[in-house]
């Protein structure tokens, strides 16, 4: 059975124009099966989809993540950037410190995603004067909206000083991810003794290169995210790749990037959460702060939902039956329709059948128990797992 990648939910025709990150030739080179992704040329895989997902669990994976927005919001006044920021989001960021990141979501009124992001509180970087204040990375497919959506509210909030910035033209960013990231780093001579800690961002030199490091990552694995100038992409690229490979690194496409982080339960933008669904649904209550001082785009509509109990929740399910089931295949109970399935593929760490989706809450439902689903008409047996699948 091939396992294939997750579309873009908002990508253009194929017949479009799409851009290229400052790697894209490097790609083609390397033989890379190019897709248009969310308006970009990008890479699907180089190779096996199950080898890349296989590497990354054990050695490491190198991804060009040069398609997502590297936005840059400030007005010369970082606590008042901060007061701006926090009346769009769900966490509480005065718990950024320089250096510090979150992850968070933008909503609209109703409490429903526009897009999760991570927000980043910069530090000083003298060698970096375009990155100050914070930094917000955006999913590729939202980013001209959700710049939009920056630019909107700096207007209705009443902070017209507010600069919004996407560095998308100046930079590329990887993710290097993976149990042997650190050793193949250290090959480049690195002291990874200076490596961030878990979400955060420090600036560092790889071989005479500049670059910023962050520590998140969207695989279940641990790994660094790297920002290096355009310019100096290909030679970084080509030396992590030489560097690592001979510990098992390879460059990675999207196929597995989509298994990758399905086993680890991270939910897709515009799959498993979108504007209709809200952080409490989507199994992300710990994101949010209904507690935190003051207010934010909607606040009142989670605590509505809070105070009302959910419509739906967030599950996992594994299939008894070799088969894939995809978004919007119905979810049934003793017959009764009660949900509807955001994501699935085959695990490659577990080889069965994996999925996720969002159930009704008045179903009596829990880890263990059998529900059906209805794939390509035919009706399949499933188990409600915990989350995530995979934990590292």
Same mark, same amino acid.
């Given at each position: 059975?091939?396992?294939?990648?997750?579309? #873009? %939910?908002?990508?253009?025709?194929?017949?479009?124009?799409?851009?290229?990150?400052?790697?894209?030739?490097?790609?083609?080179?390397? +033989?890379?099966?190019?897709?248009?992704?969310?308006?970009?040329?990008? %890479?699907?895989?180089?190779?096996?989809?199950?080898?890349?997902?296989?590497?990354?669990?054990?050695?490491? +994976?190198?991804?060009?993540?040069?398609?997502?927005?590297?936005?840059?919001?400030?007005?010369?006044?970082?606590?008042?950037?901060?007061?701006?920021?926090?009346?769009?989001?769900?966490?509480?960021?005065?718990? /950024?410190?320089?250096?510090?990141?979150?992850?968070?979501?933008?909503?609209?009124?109703?409490?429903?995603?526009?897009?999760?992001?991570?927000? =980043?509180?910069?530090?000083?970087?003298?060698?970096?004067? #375009?990155?100050?204040?914070?930094?917000?990375?955006?999913?590729?497919?939202?980013?001209?909206?959700?710049?939009?959506?920056?630019?909107?509210?700096?207007?209705?909030?009443?902070?017209?000083?507010? !600069?919004?910035? @996407?560095?998308?033209?100046?930079?590329?960013?990887?993710?290097?991810?993976?149990?042997?990231?650190?050793?193949? /780093?250290?090959?480049?001579?690195?002291?990874?003794?200076?490596?961030?800690?878990?979400?955060? /961002?420090?600036?560092?030199?790889?071989?005479?290169?500049?670059?910023?490091?962050?520590?998140?990552?969207? &695989?279940?694995?641990?790994?660094?995210?790297?920002?290096?100038?355009?310019?100096?992409?290909?030679?970084?690229?080509?030396?992590?790749? @030489?560097?690592?490979?001979?510990?098992?690194?390879?460059?990675?496409? /999207?196929?597995?990037?989509?298994?990758?982080?399905? #086993?680890?339960? =991270?939910?897709?933008?515009?799959?498993?959460?979108? #504007?209709? @669904?809200?952080?409490?649904?989507?199994?992300?209550?710990?994101?949010?702060?209904?507690?935190?001082?003051?207010?934010?785009? +909607?606040?009142?509509?989670?605590?509505?939902? !809070?105070?009302?109990?959910?419509?739906?929740?967030?599950?996992?399910? &594994?299939?008894?039956?070799?088969?894939?089931?995809?978004?919007?295949?119905?979810?049934?109970?003793?017959?009764?329709?009660?949900?509807?399935?955001?994501?699935?593929?085959?695990? %490659?760490?577990?080889?069965?059948?994996?999925?996720? +989706?969002?159930?009704?809450?008045?179903?009596?439902?829990?880890?263990?128990?059998?529900? !059906?689903?209805?794939?390509?008409?035919?009706?399949? @047996?499933?188990?409600?797992?915990?989350?995530?699948?995979?934990?590292?």
């Amino acid at each position: 059975m091939t396992i294939q990648p997750t579309p #873009e %939910p908002n990508a253009p025709e194929l017949n479009t124009i799409a851009r290229q990150t400052p790697l894209y030739r490097n790609h083609v080179a390397r +033989g890379a099966k190019m897709v248009d992704f969310a308006g970009w040329q990008m %890479p699907l895989q180089y190779g096996k989809v199950l080898e890349e997902h296989h590497a990354v669990r054990q050695a490491a +994976g190198l991804f060009d993540i040069s398609h997502m927005a590297l936005v840059i919001v400030s007005c010369g006044d970082v606590e008042t950037t901060r007061a701006f920021l926090d009346r769009l989001v769900p966490q509480d960021l005065r718990k /950024l410190f320089p250096g510090k990141a979150l992850y968070t979501q933008f909503l609209n009124e109703q409490g429903g995603i526009i897009d999760d992001v991570i927000v =980043y509180m910069l530090p000083e970087l003298p060698a970096f004067p #375009e990155f100050q204040e914070f930094m917000v990375i955006c999913n590729a497919a939202n980013a001209a909206k959700d710049l939009d959506w920056l630019n909107t509210q700096a207007k209705a909030l009443h902070y017209p000083q507010i !600069q919004v910035q @996407d560095l998308y033209a100046h930079y590329s960013l990887f993710a290097l991810q993976g149990p042997l990231f650190a050793d193949i /780093l250290a090959r480049t001579g690195f002291d990874t003794d200076y490596l961030p800690k878990r979400f955060q /961002l420090t600036d560092a030199t790889i071989q005479e290169t500049g670059v910023l490091l962050s520590r998140t990552g969207y &695989t279940g694995e641990d790994g660094v995210e790297i920002i290096v100038p355009a310019a100096k992409a290909e030679y970084l690229w080509d030396l992590l790749l @030489d560097l690592g490979k001979p510990i098992g690194l390879q460059p990675i496409g /999207l196929g597995a990037r989509d298994t990758l982080r399905l #086993e680890a339960a =991270y939910p897709l933008h515009g799959y498993d959460i979108s #504007e209709s @669904d809200t952080p409490l649904e989507a199994g992300l209550a710990w994101s949010v702060k209904l507690n935190k001082p003051g207010d934010f785009i +909607g606040k009142q509509a989670l605590r509505q939902q !809070q105070e009302k109990g959910l419509d739906k929740e967030f599950y996992c399910f &594994t299939i008894n039956k070799r088969t894939i089931a995809r978004q919007h295949d119905i979810i049934y109970k003793n017959g009764t329709p009660v949900g509807t399935v955001t994501s699935g593929s085959i695990s %490659p760490l577990f080889n069965v059948p994996i999925g996720m +989706g969002y159930i009704r809450s008045q179903t009596v439902i829990g880890p263990g128990d059998t529900i !059906q689903i209805r794939v390509r008409g035919v009706d399949v @047996d499933a188990e409600i797992v915990e989350r995530p699948f995979y934990q590292k």
